[in-house]
């Protein structure tokens, strides 16, 4: 049986269990579905505190949220270039680079507004007055499978829980773990149950990182201690990943009352993403090779006959191994969601290794870095069957969408 059809038959029969009846049914009905924030790569700014006084409530409110915009646009640039100025703009200047304000808490008086506030950055203006480029490291999709135990009771997503909300709310896009997140609907309470985190199938693994299209899994847990209702609650924390459930590292967080849960959680999404983080930069969080299953490839099938043995002394010349090999790729980038289609075209064709663009121009001509396994003739024909012109010059190839002109947004991969 080939891969395919296994993995067919795995989700026929995971559907056929969610029909089998009312009681089966009733583990996958209910509004418990938290859908993804947006995982744009806008740079944001927590934690903004304000204070601001005026004559109404709305003019209060206006007057903090440009304090806001002001403290968050220091701050930004504090950390993007640490131990150097933060140029001045004013209040029209800032309006033009953020993108959008996050309230996390607010109280709103007759002629007082005081609130934290989030502060969001659009990444193609903001970027160009920070002098950032694209991020140099990138992960392989991950799967993310967050689990409460609450009670001694284990969860992901057969109930929703506070846990899964911060993953769902947090900002994946200045990350450098691409995270594949679920809603947590139809078949996912059925197929990433937290009983899943304890199985070591490599098979099953393969078909569920298929059907969400990841290379492997992260599973950061949460466990959560009530000291009394109502009372403080100790949260314990685990970064862990792969199909053997390989610990990353731990921590453990504390509120004062359970009203504090969601923020607490919130802390921890952005602890465990730097936990993953530093383990990409050291090669521990890499893809567990185990999960690539090789299918068996019958003879008739590559075409091979029989004939005479002939060693290498008799004519026949030995094929050297395919290598990897480095292009430079040129590509029009009139927004910032064209470098994103550029990259995710190029990631489509079959021994791509990685595609990064390490010279942004929007409005212009980016490029972007490749690593293939195979010639750059090759390379321009399987661009030239996904509806690119390709124009090679030695390992730099200048693509373009077929019938669009220079400058042109591409829709599509």
Same mark, same amino acid.
């Given at each position: 049986?080939?891969?395919?059809?296994?993995?067919?038959?795995?989700?026929?029969?995971?559907?056929?269990?969610?029909?089998?009846?009312?009681?089966?049914?009733?583990?996958?009905?209910?509004?418990?579905?938290?859908?993804?924030?947006?995982?744009?790569?806008?740079?944001?700014?927590?934690?903004?505190?304000?204070?601001?006084?005026?004559?109404?409530?709305?003019?209060?409110?206006?007057?903090?949220?440009?304090?806001?915009?002001?403290?968050?646009?220091?701050?930004?640039?504090?950390?993007?270039?640490?131990?150097?100025?933060?140029?001045?703009?004013?209040?029209?200047?800032?309006?033009?680079?953020?993108?959008?304000?996050?309230?996390?808490?607010?109280?709103?008086?007759?002629?007082?507004?005081?609130?934290?506030?989030? #502060? %969001?950055? &659009?990444?193609?203006? +903001?970027?160009?007055?920070?002098?950032?480029? =694209?991020?140099?490291? /990138?992960?392989? $999709?991950?799967?993310?499978?967050?689990?409460?135990?609450?009670?001694?009771?284990?969860?992901?997503?057969?109930?929703?829980?506070?846990?899964?909300?911060?993953?769902?709310?947090?900002?994946?896009?200045?990350?450098?773990?691409?995270?594949?997140?679920?809603?947590?609907?139809?078949?996912?309470?059925?197929?990433?149950?937290?009983?899943?985190?304890?199985?070591?199938?490599?098979?099953?693994?393969? #078909? %569920?990182? &298929?059907?969400?299209? +990841?290379?492997?899994?992260?599973?950061?847990? =949460?466990?959560?201690? /009530?000291?009394? $209702?109502?009372?403080?609650?100790?949260?314990?924390?685990?970064?862990?990943?792969?199909?053997?459930?390989?610990?990353?590292?731990?921590?453990?967080?504390?509120?004062?009352?359970?009203?504090?849960?969601?923020?607490?959680?919130?802390?921890?999404?952005?602890?465990?993403?730097?936990?993953?983080?530093?383990?990409?930069?050291?090669?521990?969080?890499?893809?567990?090779?185990?999960?690539?299953?090789?299918?068996?490839?019958?003879?008739?099938?590559?075409?091979?006959?029989?004939?005479?043995? =002939?060693?290498?002394?008799?004519?026949?010349?030995?094929?050297?191994?395919?290598?990897?090999?480095?292009?430079?790729?040129?590509?029009?980038?009139?927004?910032?969601?064209?470098?994103?289609?550029?990259?995710?075209?190029?990631?489509?064709?079959?021994?791509?290794?990685?595609?990064?663009?390490?010279?942004?121009?929007?409005?212009?001509?980016?490029?972007?870095?490749?690593?293939?396994?195979?010639?750059?003739?090759?390379?321009?024909?399987?661009?030239?069957?996904?509806?690119?012109?390709?124009?090679?010059?030695?390992?730099?190839?200048?693509?373009?969408?077929?019938?669009?002109?220079?400058?042109?947004?591409?829709?599509?991969?």
């Amino acid at each position: 049986m080939n891969r395919t059809r296994f993995r067919n038959i795995a989700i026929a029969g995971a559907l056929a269990c969610m029909g089998a009846g009312a009681v089966l049914f009733a583990q996958i009905e209910g509004d418990r579905g938290v859908p993804p924030i947006s995982s744009e790569g806008d740079f944001q700014v927590d934690g903004v505190k304000v204070d601001v006084y005026s004559d109404t409530a709305e003019k209060a409110r206006e007057a903090g949220w440009r304090m806001a915009q002001r403290q968050g646009w220091r701050k930004l640039w504090q950390k993007m270039n640490p131990g150097s100025g933060v140029p001045a703009l004013n209040d029209s200047m800032l309006e033009n680079i953020v993108s959008g304000i996050v309230v996390e808490k607010e109280q709103i008086g007759p002629n007082r507004y005081i609130a934290t506030l989030g #502060v %969001l950055f &659009d990444r193609a203006r +903001a970027g160009q007055i920070l002098g950032v480029r =694209a991020s140099a490291m /990138r992960s392989a $999709p991950l799967l993310v499978l967050p689990i409460t135990t609450e009670s001694g009771a284990q969860e992901s997503f057969e109930n929703r829980s506070e846990w899964q909300k911060a993953w769902a709310r947090y900002r994946t896009g200045d990350s450098a773990i691409d995270y594949v997140r679920t809603i947590g609907t139809g078949p996912d309470p059925l197929l990433l149950n937290a009983g899943q985190a304890g199985r070591r199938g490599r098979i099953w693994w393969r #078909v %569920l990182l &298929d059907q969400y299209g +990841a290379a492997d899994v992260i599973m950061p847990m =949460a466990r959560l201690e /009530r000291q009394w $209702p109502g009372g403080p609650v100790i949260g314990r924390f685990a970064a862990r990943y792969g199909p053997d459930n390989r610990l990353i590292g731990t921590f453990a967080l504390r509120v004062a009352a359970s009203s504090g849960i969601p923020e607490m959680m919130d802390q921890a999404v952005r602890r465990m993403d730097a936990l993953y983080t530093r383990a990409l930069m050291d090669g521990t969080l890499r893809p567990d090779p185990s999960l690539i299953i090789e299918e068996p490839v019958e003879p008739e099938e590559l075409g091979i006959e029989e004939g005479a043995e =002939a060693g290498l002394d008799q004519g026949a010349t030995e094929i050297p191994a395919q290598g990897i090999n480095a292009f430079s790729i040129q590509f029009d980038t009139p927004d910032v969601n064209s470098v994103g289609m550029g990259e995710a075209a190029l990631r489509s064709i079959p021994g791509v290794r990685s595609a990064i663009t390490n010279s942004l121009a929007l409005g212009g001509t980016s490029v972007m870095s490749v690593s293939y396994a195979g010639t750059g003739e090759s390379l321009r024909s399987a661009l030239a069957a996904r509806g690119w012109t390709a124009v090679m010059s030695g390992n730099t190839l200048r693509i373009q969408r077929r019938g669009s002109a220079p400058g042109t947004p591409t829709n599509g991969q």
